[in-house]
């Protein structure tokens, strides 16, 4: 197997010298997994070799820290401990229980994938990685990870904290957002997986990065692979990695209406290709009622992803008719339908008028 991966690695970087840029010796090696060893998290997912419940927390993990994932994760698994569980949950349901976790594409993702898992797969996440990529919302990381993790399968992973471990441990100047340095890079972790140890040997890279090798003002006194930094002989630590300039943020300006009767708000649906929070239960945008608005009662910013929205939020009398994708719902059943933190906000900045016996139109 070990011979087989380093011929695909060649194959790829075109050379053995290619191959030797990304040696790390067999002693520093040993050192970073018994670093890991001694040192890893104690978190939730590590203590099972359940490969649904370690692939909802990579899908959970992605571009969230650690420290918010955790009540997340307990939260949910405890909700649907099987993939039999979660594919049987209605997409509201499932959402309710993604809810302040943001990004939520993943939970649909999450969601149409336990489905597919148990019509095609007998209700076990598969471990053929061709078969993993196939699911809705894996791609190349998700499916190494679980299957490296839970079935012990040779496949490496890299994020954003192994591509920085592997920045500085080869003195990589190159932009790691480059596509062509990326599949250098994912070639080189092929070449680097412990075939003994593949799942500790990917999450003792990622621990590293996430304890050790930061972003910022890395700790080498901590690092167990230091000896073998090229970066840290070459003192260039602290400039890199080169991750290129961050792309500007996206103003965005949204309107929505407040509108209520008889302790009951307006919520609208939103369609499934909104720009948006597709498919999410929210406060009525102002445009499609074409609602008289009565005056504004208050401005929320927020941000989803790189766009930076400005939401108004107004007072309205009740829009008639109104489409069928609109519901009446009772102030006391809000948390069930507004899961995204824009609309928490919302509710929060308007708490006192809503804690009230009367109507915000009223």
Known sequence: MVEWARGKVIKRLGGKDNVKKYKLPEAARGRLLRWFDGNKRDLPWRKT?????????????????????????RRFVEEFP???????????????????????????????????????????FPSLFGAALGLPGVGRYTAGAVLSIAYGKPFPVLDANVMRVFARLFALRRNLKDAAVQKE?????????SVERPGDWNQALMELGALVCVPENPRCRNCPVRGACRARRRGLENALPDTGKKPAGVPVVLSCLLAGQGGKLLLEKRPKDARFLPGHWGLPEISPLKAPV???????????????IRLGVYRSAVPKP??????????????????????????AGYSSSLKSSRSPAE
């Open 82 to 124: 099987t993939c039999a569980a979660l594919a049987a949950a209605s997409g509201d349901r499932v959402l309710q229980f993604w809810s302040g976790l943001g990004y939520y594409s993943r939970a649909r993702s999450l969601h149409r994938a336990a489905r597919e898992i148990m019509r095609n797969h007998a209700g076990r």
């Open 294 to 308: 009565q005056e504004p009662v208050l401005t929320v910013r927020h941000c989803i992803t790189r766009h930076n």
């Open 185 to 193: 890079l994912w070639a080189a972790a092929e070449d680097l997986i």
């Open 49 to 73: 070799s359940d490969a649904y419940k370690i692939w909802v927390s990579e899908i959970m993990l992605q571009q969230t820290q650690v420290s918010t994932v955790i009540p997340f994760y």
């Open 322 to 347: 109104f489409p069928s994708n609109y519901r009446w719902v009772a102030r006391e059943n809000l948390d069930r339908y507004l899961v995204s933190s824009l609309w928490k906000k919302v509710l």
